[in-house]
């Protein structure tokens, strides 16, 4: 129970990144933040795709961000980060939070809050969920 792996992020100090609710964080990337979306192909298919976000595996992060000693993205760009919940995007959060960026957040019930809450969100694409 104290392992990495059944501790919520919310809980331990590596990962202690902001979780904003939808609305907030909609409102951070009104304003200008750049939305990461850290799930997967096949979880966008099946629950439908946030505009304009960039897409990210949250396993490279080295591919959209640059390697942690040479950052590609400005480290005060504010950063929102989804996926299909907090489990995935708390730890990216953190991940980006450790590399140095100073600004970082992420959505308190994933993707399925960002779409409850009327935020823009496409359709899925993938109606049987295969």
């Known amino acids: ?13 590596e990962t202690a990144v902001p979780a904003l609710d939808a609305r907030t964080a909609g409102a951070r990337v009104a304003d200008g933040a750049l939305l ?20 990210a595996d949250r396993d490279d992060l080295d591919a959209l ?19 299909g919940s907090i489990d995935g995007s708390g730890p990216v959060a953190a991940a980006l ?13 994933g993707f399925p809050a960002w779409r409850d809450a009327g935020l823009p969100a496409s359709a899925p694409s993938d109606a049987a969920g295969a």
């Open 36 to 55: 990461i979306d850290v799930r997967s192909s096949r979880g966008r298919a099946a629950t439908g795709e946030i505009p304009g976000a960039t897409l």
């Open 1 to 13: 129970m104290t392992t990495s792996e059944t501790t919520t992020p919310e809980t331990t100090p």
């Open 65 to 83: 961000f640059g390697p942690a000693d040479k950052p590609a993205i400005s480290l005060d760009t504010p950063v929102v980060v989804v996926c």
């Open 97 to 109: 939070a450790a590399r140095g960026y100073t600004d970082v957040t992420h959505v308190d019930g």
